[in-house]
């Protein structure tokens, strides 16, 4: 890698500036490179497979994981480089820590190894991104193979396990009302896991889930055949018109979860939602934390990460379809003043311990 620029051109020229952020770089790259091979591990089972196991050669660990042992050698020398995995150089055995697994493996509370798929993911449009630049319009969801297998397993670690004792209680009795029997939305419902959740935890509750993606819909119909749930119902929908075409009072309970950013009309969307409450109905609204204002997401814990998941998938689907090109960093002002347009009088903002890059907005006529 070379060094920082030696000879400026202008007398104010900050070398130690330069070479600062010559390392910042040269760091980022070997992180984002630590992201691919991490996504590996996690898809191939290589993580899983050095949980709580005695030090391994790369022969064993391959042949553990049933994977080839060239390849794993390969990856272990990613891993052990980028201080991930241990090498007991002596013994050639490789091991996990206990500590690392922790964050890493399927059994963990938190497995920061599912987000490493992003990278790949979104890597794959790169060049229709590149095109977008220079064209304009969008990418649409069709070009994104892998992105809603990820964001399930994504919503798996932040919204499933805190549904019940975190999220849905932000309502006052509203875990009541679904026991007693009420009428439930999911708006932007990808899989569908959160209502799956739901009607078996309701059965006196009705449930209805609607999402643009043909794929995401046929995944949930075949989850709801297994799993026997007669009272849940999915549908593929365009939302865009939904001020427009959704009935009046349909619905007692109204969720998105990470859903507005990415419509095409997402203010429409909020038009439908507000018109289909009940008088006494509930808007809950899971969406990305974050300010409306560049220089106000300065130190964002996870700022350019969300704003490229930003660029590179919310924004550009949304665009694809004709629409407003929101985004994910769309912002609590934003979010706010659309809520509010949308006709609801109350809107409360929270913040939950286990989440910390959502809001979560719970809005009523």
């Given at each position: 890698?070379?060094?920082?620029?030696?000879?400026?051109?202008?007398?104010?020229?900050?070398?130690?500036?330069?070479?600062?952020?010559?390392?910042?770089?040269?760091?980022?790259?070997?992180?984002?490179?630590?992201?691919?091979?991490?996504?590996?591990?996690?898809?191939?089972?290589?993580?899983?497979?050095?949980?709580?196991?005695?030090?391994?050669?790369?022969?064993?660990?391959?042949?553990?994981?049933?994977?080839?042992?060239?390849?794993?050698?390969?990856?272990?020398?990613?891993?052990?480089?980028?201080?991930?995995?241990?090498?007991?150089?002596?013994?050639?055995?490789?091991?996990?820590?206990?500590?690392?697994?922790?964050?890493?493996?399927?059994?963990?509370?938190?497995?920061?190894?599912?987000?490493?798929?992003?990278?790949?993911?979104?890597?794959?449009?790169?060049?229709?991104?590149?095109?977008?630049?220079?064209?304009?319009?969008?990418?649409?969801?069709?070009?994104?193979?892998?992105?809603?297998?990820?964001?399930?397993?994504?919503?798996?670690?932040?919204?499933?396990?805190?549904?019940?004792?975190?999220?849905?209680?932000?309502?006052?009795?509203?875990?009541?009302?679904?026991?007693?029997?009420?009428?439930?939305?999911?708006?932007?419902?990808?899989?569908?896991?959160?209502?799956?959740?739901?009607?078996?935890?309701f059965p006196k509750s009705r449930f209805q889930g609607y999402d643009l993606s043909e794929g995401n819909i046929a995944w949930a119909r075949a989850e709801v055949v297994r799993k026997g749930l007669k009272n849940l119902t999915f549908d593929a929908?365009?939302?865009?018109?939904?001020?427009?075409?959704?009935?009046?009072?349909?619905?007692?309970?109204?969720?998105?979860?990470?859903?507005?950013?990415?419509?095409?009309?997402?203010?429409?969307?909020?038009?439908?939602?507000?018109?289909?409450?009940?008088?006494?109905?509930?808007?809950?609204?899971?969406?990305?934390?974050?300010?409306?204002?560049?220089?106000?997401?300065?130190?964002?814990?996870?700022?350019?990460?969300?704003?490229?998941?930003?660029?590179?998938?919310?924004?550009?689907?949304?665009?694809?379809?004709?629409?407003?090109?929101?985004?994910?960093?769309?912002?609590?002002?934003?979010?706010?003043?659309?809520?509010?347009?949308a006709g609801f009088t109350s809107v409360e903002v929270n913040e939950l311990e286990h989440d910390p890059v959502n809001y979560y907005y719970l809005c009523r006529p």
């Amino acid at each position: 890698m070379s060094s920082a620029v030696q000879n400026p051109q202008k007398a104010d020229f900050d070398t130690q500036r330069s070479e600062a952020f010559e390392a910042r770089m040269v760091g980022a790259l070997n992180e984002a490179s630590m992201m691919l091979m991490t996504s590996l591990g996690h898809r191939s089972g290589l993580f899983d497979a050095l949980e709580g196991a005695p030090l391994l050669t790369a022969e064993a660990l391959a042949e553990r994981a049933g994977l080839q042992e060239r390849y794993v050698r390969e990856w272990l020398g990613a891993m052990v480089v980028g201080g991930v995995v241990d090498l007991d150089a002596e013994q050639g055995n490789y091991r996990l820590p206990a500590e690392h697994a922790a964050l890493l493996t399927r059994s963990a509370e938190a497995n920061l190894a599912v987000f490493a798929q992003y990278i790949a993911v979104l890597g794959s449009v790169e060049d229709d991104i590149l095109a977008c630049f220079r064209e304009g319009g969008g990418v649409p969801y069709a070009r994104y193979d892998r992105f809603h297998e990820v964001m399930a397993e994504d919503s798996a670690q932040s919204v499933l396990p805190a549904l019940f004792d975190h999220i849905l209680p932000l309502a006052p009795g509203l875990m009541e009302r679904l026991e007693s029997g009420i009428r439930v939305l999911d708006a932007g419902c990808g899989r569908g896991r959160a209502l799956m959740l739901m009607a078996e935890r309701f059965p006196k509750s009705r449930f209805q889930g609607y999402d643009l993606s043909e794929g995401n819909i046929a995944w949930a119909r075949a989850e709801v055949v297994r799993k026997g749930l007669k009272n849940l119902t999915f549908d593929a929908r365009d939302l865009s018109d939904f001020d427009r075409t959704t009935s009046e009072a349909t619905f007692d309970l109204v969720t998105t979860f990470d859903a507005v950013h990415d419509q095409g009309q997402p203010l429409n969307l909020l038009k439908g939602i507000h018109r289909a409450l009940a008088k006494d109905g509930v808007y809950l609204a899971q969406d990305i934390k974050g300010s409306s204002h560049h220089h106000h997401d300065r130190d964002h814990p996870m700022g350019p990460m969300l704003y490229t998941v930003s660029c590179m998938h919310c924004m550009t689907v949304s665009l694809a379809q004709g629409g407003e090109g929101l985004g994910a960093m769309w912002g609590r002002e934003t979010a706010e003043r659309y809520f509010a347009e949308a006709g609801f009088t109350s809107v409360e903002v929270n913040e939950l311990e286990h989440d910390p890059v959502n809001y979560y907005y719970l809005c009523r006529p």
